[in-house]
C-alpha cells in the first residue's frame, strides 16, 4: 500500500562520506587551516571533512575558543582576536557578512556539491565545496520504485540548487531542500 517514499539524502541516497573537492580563497589567509582549526570541535559530517582535508595534507590547526554550534548552519569561534564563522551562507547573512560574488557558489552548487563560506571578523576570506558520493545502486532504487509506481523524494539540509542537482543525477523529481535537523 505504499505509494510515496522519502529518502534523507546523506547516508541513504549518498556514501555519507563527504569530501573536500574545491577550496576558494578571496584573502591571503589559510582558508582551510582556519575552518579545520574551528570545525575540529564540531561532529557534523561537513565538519569532519573539512578536518580530515586538514589532516591530509599534515596541517597545523590553530587553538580556538568560545566554539558554538547553530544547528544546520554552521559554527563560530574565536581564533586568536579574530571571530570566525563557518557555514551556509543564510547563517553567514544572519551574522552581518556579504557575499563577494554568487558565480562561484553557483557553479560549485551546480555540479551537486555542498558550498560553505569561511569568515573572519565581518570579512568573507573563502568558501569550501564538499562533494558525497552517490552510492552505486541509488538510481537503480529510484527506477525500480517508479517502475511499480511508487512516487520518490528526498530530503536534505542542502541549499535548493545543489538538492536538485543531485536529485537529478538519480531520478528525483520532489525535494526537500534546506531541511534543518529539527524539522
Known sequence: ??????????GTLTEGKPKVTDIIT????????????????SEHPLARAVV?????????????RGFHNVAGKGVKGTIGKSTIRVGNFSFLKDEGISLRSRRDIDNLESQAKTVIGVAKDK?????????????????????ELAAVGIETMMITGDNQKTAEAIAAQIGIKNIFAQVLPKD
Open 123 to 143: 570579512m568573507l576570506i573563502g568558501i569550501i565545496a564538499i562533494a558525497d558520493t552517490l552510492k552505486a545502486d541509488a538510481q537503480y532504487a529510484i527506477t
Open 52 to 64: 580530515d582535508k586538514a589532516n591530509e595534507q599534515k596541517m597545523h590547526l590553530l587553538t580556538s
Open 26 to 41: 578571496y584573502s591571503k589567509e589559510n582558508v582551510l587551516q582556519i575552518a579545520a582549526s574551528l570545525e575540529t570541535l
Open 1 to 10: 500500500k505504499i505509494d510515496v517514499v522519502l529518502f534523507d539524502k546523506t
